[in-house]
Structures are given as structure tokens and as C-alpha cells.
């Protein structure tokens, strides 16, 4: 099993729609979860980040929490064209603060207009 | 804003070759992460620095791949010798270490390198 899995998609989702993008892991103890945003040919960057149970939201992104089922999932309201990327969680282990972060393999959304 | 610098930005060299990638985190951020990224998998760390120590070097090949951080700022990744399977982006990322801010990477721009 992996530490980090995510469905690899391509998740296509019409603009101004919800997109749904999920994640599991496995280290029962870890306390903080990321989603970063990559678009082709560049580098990822932070959008979210999460380390209670239930909803964060920020803008037209919301994160959500469930460590007794160990998923964490991204929100993406109001689609746009821009929001067409991949998206990775990440995770790292839960026995000290600057660790070992693991990423998924990330999930190509595709919006389409 | 501050930024993670990386170059070169591409990089196209012959197996057998040498290659290196340097890295200058953001000021002040203590850890400072490899990864390498093939096309459509997730970045795969291979190796982590806290100040000028290495705290994992796992999943680094050693026999071929090594990592510097001599003075704990800026860090110089080298491959020797190439080979195919090494082309990939490599990212650079760094973090403060410690806080909230422990796990919150902020990336360069990546190297890209193709090994002919």
C-alpha cells in the first residue's frame, strides 16, 4: 500500500461545477495535510493546507479532514478554466515536526468550458 | 516576494556525463529538500537537509547522486554518471523547519534534465 495514494484521473469537470478531488494515507498519526497545485511544465505550489477534522475553507477552496478514515479531500467550487492543473496532497509522517513529506501522484483535473 | 532559486533551468547532457543542479533556499529557512519528479508521478524525495545535516538520504542513489549543504544555505545536487532513467525535473523546496510553517514547502522552479 501506498503512503499517499491518489486517483491519477484525468477528472474532467465543467466550468462552474464542483470538483472533487480525494486522498487517502496510511500513518494513522500524522497531524498536517497539504494540496498543492501544479500546472504543466511547472513547479507545485501551496493552496491548502489542514490539520484539524472537518472543513477549512478558503475562498473557493475548501479542504476536508477525516483522520478516523484517514482522507483528506479538496473542494473546488465554481469551477474555472484556470483551476484545470494537477493537484497533490501531501503528508508527512506524524513523529516530528520538519519530516520526510510524501506526495501523492497527484490528479489531473481538466475543466472543461 | 522571496523565492527558491534553482538553475540551470534545463539541463540536456549524455549518459556517462556529469550533472549538477543548484539550489539557494529562501533566507532563513532551515530545511531545504531534493525531490525528483518523473512526468506524471508525484515528486519523490531524495534527500533532506536540516541546516548542513542530512536528516534522510533514503531514497538517493548513492552510487551516483550526491547532496551538499556545506555552510546550511545553499545546496548543490550531482549525478555522475547520467543515465536515462535520471531524466526528470528536480525540484529544490525549502521550509522554516519549525512552527506551523515546519511542513510548508515552497518550491523552485525546478531543473529539467534529459539525459540523451
Redesign the interface.
Known amino acids: 500500500q501506498k503512503e ?1 495514494e ?1 486517483n ?1 484521473g484525468p477528472l474532467s469537470v465543467p466550468e462552474g461545477a464542483i470538483a472533487s478531488l480525494n486522498c487517502t494515507y496510511s500513518d494513522r498519526v500524522s497531524q ?1 495535510f ?1 494540496w ?1 497545485r501544479q500546472y504543466s511544465g ?5 493552496i491548502m ?1 489542514i490539520y484539524s477534522n472537518g472543513d477549512k475553507e478558503d475562498g473557493r477552496f475548501t479542504a476536508q479532514l477525516n483522520k478516523a478514515s484517514q482522507y483528506v479531500s479538496l473542494l473546488i467550487r465554481d469551477s474555472q478554466p484556470s483551476d484545470s492543473a494537477t493537484y ?1 496532497c ?1 503528508v ?1 509522517p506524524g513523529y516530528s ?10 490528479t489531473r483535473l481538466s475543466i472543461r468550458p | 516576494e522571496a523565492e527558491v532559486a534553482q538553475s540551470p533551468r534545463y539541463k540536456i547532457t549524455e549518459k556517462s556525463q556529469a550533472v549538477a543542479f543548484w539550489c539557494d533556499p529562501i533566507s532563513g529557512h532551515a530545511t531545504l529538500y531534493w525531490y525528483r519528479q518523473i512526468l506524471g508521478q508525484g515528486p519523490e524525495l531524495l534527500v533532506q537537509f536540516q541546516d548542513e545535516s542530512v536528516v534522510d538520504d533514503s531514497q538517493l542513489p548513492k552510487d551516483r547522486f550526491s547532496a551538499e549543504r556545506l555552510k546550511g544555505v545553499d545546496s548543490t545536487l550531482k549525478i555522475q554518471p547520467a543515465e536515462l532513467g535520471d531524466s526528470a525535473m528536480y525540484l529544490c523546496a525549502s521550509s522554516s523547519g519549525t512552527g506551523t510553517g515546519a511542513n510548508v514547502l515552497t518550491f523552485g522552479a525546478g531543473s529539467r534534465l534529459t539525459v540523451l
Open positions: 499517499v491518489q491519477s498536517s497539504f498543492y511547472k513547479s507545485p505550489e501551496l493546507s497533490l501531501a508527512p515536526s520538519a519530516s520526510k513529506i510524501i506526495f501523492g501522484s497527484g
